[in-house]
């Protein structure tokens, strides 16, 4: 089963310091801010465990398995859901220094991407509903995504459908 996933390019000075209500109702201000106020950049469609897989492997290939996936799963501006927000969905944010730093990453990583490292096949083996193609996939969109985040100074949000 597909789900999709969205990256946005946010703007951290845009979002509350903080907010009231329950954390479903947080959610879901954050959530109208993010897709009514700031541009979505990439998309991708996948399983969620395909998605989770490229993530850690990534992080892996970056020196930090759980960095993409944590931060795409369960971060947000300002903590403003917590550490363990009680909601259905998933929120994930990156924050403008975060940005900068995890490009620099991914930019060095692009010649092990392309080329396929034996260092690539061997995670990818060992991750469960992860292939080269659903590595790249993710990887390139990512790649795409911090890129034109970093050059702005922004931030990047991640919502989950």
Same mark, same amino acid.
């Given at each position: 089963?597909?789900?999709?996933?969205?990256?946005?390019?946010?703007?951290?000075?845009?979002?509350? !310091?903080? +907010?009231?209500?329950? /954390?479903? &109702?947080? =959610?879901?201000? +954050?959530?109208?801010?993010?897709?009514?106020?700031?541009?979505?950049?990439?998309?991708?469609? #996948? $399983?969620?465990?395909?998605?989770?897989?490229? +993530?850690?492997?990534?992080?892996?290939?970056?020196?930090?398995?759980?960095?993409?996936?944590? #931060?795409?799963?369960?971060?947000?501006?300002?903590?403003?859901?917590? /550490?363990?927000?009680?909601?259905?969905?998933?929120?994930? =944010?990156?924050?403008? !220094?975060?940005?900068?730093?995890?490009?620099?990453?991914?930019?060095? +990583?692009?010649?092990?991407? %392309?080329? *396929? $490292?034996? !260092?690539?096949?061997?995670?990818?083996?060992?991750? &469960?509903?992860?292939? !080269?193609?659903?590595? &790249? *996939?993710?990887? *390139?969109? *990512? #790649?795409?995504?911090? %890129?034109?985040?970093? $050059?702005?100074?922004? $931030?990047?949000?991640?919502?989950? &459908?």
């Amino acid at each position: 089963m597909s789900s999709t996933f969205h990256l946005y390019i946010t703007d951290e000075t845009k979002f509350p !310091q903080t +907010l009231s209500g329950t /954390d479903a &109702e947080k =959610y879901e201000a +954050l959530v109208n801010t993010v897709t009514n106020d700031f541009p979505l950049w990439e998309t991708l469609e #996948l $399983s969620i465990l395909g998605y989770m897989m490229a +993530l850690e492997a990534i992080g892996i290939l970056a020196g930090s398995e759980n960095f993409f996936a944590v #931060l795409s799963f369960n971060n947000s501006p300002h903590n403003l859901l917590g /550490d363990e927000p009680d909601i259905d969905g998933s929120f994930g =944010y990156f924050t403008p !220094q975060m940005v900068v730093d995890a490009f620099e990453v991914l930019q060095s +990583l692009v010649e092990q991407i %392309e080329n *396929y $490292s034996e !260092q690539c096949a061997a995670i990818v083996a060992a991750k &469960e509903s992860l292939d !080269q193609d659903i590595l &790249e *996939y993710v990887f *390139y969109r *990512y #790649l795409s995504t911090f %890129e034109e985040a970093a $050059s702005r100074g922004h $931030s990047i949000t991640v919502i989950h &459908e």
